[in-house]
DNA sequence: TGTATTTGATAGATAAAATCTATCAGTTTT
DNA sequence: AAAACTGATAGATTTTATCTATCAAATACA
């Protein structure tokens, strides 16, 4: 006995005949012809080992097995026209959940700026949002775990879309009675042998202030180190140190300035450049680059002076520091 | 760009692809060929107007449309997977409700002895019985509203089956101060003349009091009827009359017998039998000689001498009176 | 740095299934 | 008694699902 598990078809075609008890009838309202009906009815009966209906020429009547069936065999359908609306609506526009990951060092402080916007724009939409630190969160992008990352530059996985975003200065942070804090103009040999704080190892922000160090001829301390950007403020508020802080956090975080000083190093191009990432090959390419248009636009919008905006670049960029 | 709903099929295979993220080893689970698997999801995919995967060499990850859509997905299969569950235990054993259409005259009196001995054999069977006159309940029974009927006989609709049940005697009631109420053997002739009570037209005991009080010379009262068995009970006891009851109403229902004084009429065969019918074509008709049976063994063991069984016949009988 | 293995897609053939038309044999209606 | 209507059946045809064989790209391993 070969018990193949019914179709679609076949329970569309149950519920017919149960509504109208009558087989030409629920054929022409299925369009299909009465014999090809009555043939899937035998078919449905046979593969539940069921007599579902008691067909005479005098009319049809449902068995007692049909009856307990029949409500199921509604909740099958309903399920099933709930999938395809529901499968309708996500390929009218985008209604998904989109994974995006960050990087701590930059998400708090710019995602409150600009997810109202997209949210806004793509009213549907929704961002999951996960930090994490920039390494993991290319692997998991390329692994699937995200949707879309923001993080800085660079970036160097192939099969990736990077989209340079905006360039954002670093700032040197110091106490206000730092031997540097009085002097209106700050040059790259004031720094030589400075004492320099800086964030915990795996954020990629802990490189680009040891790069920068040995650039300015400063001295990384690494005895103690932030674990997080507000850590590192009032590490050198207590006088431990300067340090080079993200412009973006400073404007977000630093609200009493009289207790830091905030300087450029002038002469130096000091800042990182962030990017939207995604995988080439993700169907919502196409958002992604909207997404990415509508974060610079409210970046240049709302954010200036702080923030620079990238060049478009219509060719895919493999990113470059 | 032709809409097809998405396949059962299509749907296992979907989930299956989700759950190993490997169109090939999903393929063996699913003991289908790749490229079978390929193609379904990919008509899936056009059937959705929506990309469900992205497909690299080097792995296959969800959409979040997939992800969106998946819940949905298992839904349905789960539904699907409680129909056929249900369909399985239908096919094992009787486990749905029958609609039992009885005969008022009847059915309150000999139920409560005949269902608790159905229920204890067919535990998964359900019984809903709903009361009828007899001439309704036959083109019930035709018609698919009921399933099952315990009648009186006559039935003489064909394309049913009509299994005698057994013969239940009809007695002579009347108040203690009649006057043949100290009579120890009343005969025919104790009848002429006499007025009788009777129950509504619509019953067919109505019926069958008048074929009785005809053939003994009774004198039918008309103006006053019945609408139940207890009704005339309480009319006789007024002294409107007498009447006759069927026995095993009165096993059920009078417990005072100093008020009413029960009699047979000696000579006279006066008695009604009931069988259980349905139609020809049900496909539970062999449960319901079962419970015919069931109900022939109840019926002897607990309900006698009231009852005498009908002999068994293995010939379908077009009922006679 | 090659080599073998693994990935999903593709082409074409084949098998399975759903569907159609035409017809039949009973029922009910007129 | 005739006409209309019922669902079942037979056989042809179209559609769909599936298979085998193969490919090209990527990865894993030596």
């Known amino acids: 006995m070969k018990r193949r598990s019914p179709t679609i078809r076949q329970?569309?075609?149950?519920?017919?005949?149960?509504?109208t008890l009558n087989f030409r009838s629920a054929a022409a309202t299925l369009d299909v012809s009465q014999p090809t009906l009555s043939h899937q009815i035998a078919a449905l009966e046979e593969?539940?080992?069921?007599?579902?209906?008691?067909?005479?020429?005098?009319?049809?009547?449902?068995?007692?097995?049909?009856?307990?069936?029949?409500?199921?065999?509604?909740?099958?359908?309903e399920e099933l026209q709930g999938l395809c609306d529901q499968a309708e609506s996500l390929a009218l526009g985008p209604a998904a959940t989109y994974r995006l990951g960050v990087t701590p060092t930059l998400g708090p402080?710019?995602?409150?700026h600009v997810l109202p916007a997209v949210h806004k724009r793509y009213a549907a939409l929704k961002l999951y949002v996960r930090e994490d630190a920039p390494r993991n969160l290319e692997s998991a992008l390329v692994s699937g775990d995200h949707d879309l990352i923001l993080t800085p530059l660079p970036v160097d996985q192939p099969d990736l879309t990077v989209v340079p975003l905006f360039n954002e200065p670093v700032r040197l942070v110091m106490s206000s009675d730092h031997r540097l804090a009085?002097?209106?103009?700050?040059?790259?040999?004031?720094?030589a042998g400075e004492?320099?704080?800086?964030?915990?190892?795996?954020?990629?922000?802990?490189?680009?202030?040891?790069?920068?160090?040995?650039?300015?001829?400063a001295h990384l301390?690494?005895?103690?180190?932030?674990?997080?950007?507000?850590?590192?403020?009032?590490?050198?508020?207590?006088?431990?140190?300067?340090?080079?802080l993200p412009a973006l956090y400073i404007r977000s975080e630093i609200h009493r300035p009289q207790e830091l000083r905030i300087a450029r190093v002038h002469g130096e191009d000091i800042q990182r450049t962030h990017a939207l990432v995604w995988r080439k090959t993700s169907p919502a390419r196409s958002l992604f680059r909207e997404i990415a248009n509508e974060i610079r636009s409210v970046a240049a919008a709302t954010l200036s002076p702080e923030i620079k905006l990238v060049q478009?670049?219509?060719?895919?960029?493999?990113?470059?520091a």
Chains 1, 2 share one sequence.
């Not at 103009?185 to 004031?190: L, S, W």
């Not at 800086?198 to 300015?216: G, M, S």
Request: hydrophobic share 40%; charged share 25%.
């Open 221 to 244: 301390l690494r005895d103690y180190e932030g674990t997080s950007l507000d850590t590192l403020r009032q590490m050198v508020v207590m006088g431990m140190g300067v340090a080079f």
């Open 195 to 217: 004492r320099v704080l800086t964030i915990e190892e795996h954020h990629h922000f802990h490189q680009q202030t040891q790069e920068l160090c040995a650039r300015l001829g």
């Open 182 to 191: 009085e002097k209106s103009r700050i040059v790259r040999k004031d720094l």
């Open 47 to 77: 593969s539940f080992g069921l007599q579902l209906f008691e067909r005479s020429r005098a009319g049809t009547i449902m068995t007692a097995a049909a009856r307990e069936l029949l409500p199921g065999a509604r909740r099958l359908l």
């Open 312 to 320: 478009t670049s219509r060719r895919k960029m493999i990113g470059s």
């Open 11 to 19: 329970v569309q075609y149950f519920v017919s005949v149960v509504e």
């Open 109 to 112: 402080y710019l995602l409150p």
